[in-house]
Nanobody, 126 residues
């Protein structure tokens, strides 16, 4: 299994920025995709951004498109989520995930398509 460790969460004022990090402790060669999810209080876990490792293609949920950027540092085996123009509704627990989602449209947003998860990092926007 792939072990993922997130960091970088915290409290920030609306309009501010944060960058989350995800370190893959063991290599992700078994997984073709890494993504960021979040879970807001009382809500289902939702997919925010994904990066397909082979082609470095990215996709974003409409709610974060233009504000969040997913990046990978291949030598460090790390994944990042740059978050700008944060809003109070971005307050959530954020998770890094790795897996092999199907190629059906939107499958990358489905948590069940992923095999490995980090423990999460809290982001609070006020």
């Amino acid at each position: 299994d792939v072990q993922l460790v997130e960091s970088g969460g915290g409290s920030v004022q609306a309009g501010g920025s944060l960058t989350l990090s995800c370190a893959a402790v063991r290599y992700t060669y078994k997984r073709n995709c890494m993504g960021w999810f979040r879970q807001r209080p009382g809500k289902d876990r939702e997919g925010l951004a994904v990066l397909w490792i082979g082609g470095a293609t990215t996709s974003y949920a409409d709610s974060v498109k233009g504000r969040f950027t997913i990046l990978r540092d291949k030598p460090k085996n790390a994944l990042y989520l740059q978050m700008n123009s944060l809003k109070p509704e971005d307050t959530a627990m954020y998770y890094c995930a790795a897996g092999n989602p199907s190629l059906y449209e939107g499958s990358w947003k489905v948590p069940a398509e992923y095999d490995d998860w980090g423990q999460g990092t809290q982001v609070t926007v006020s």
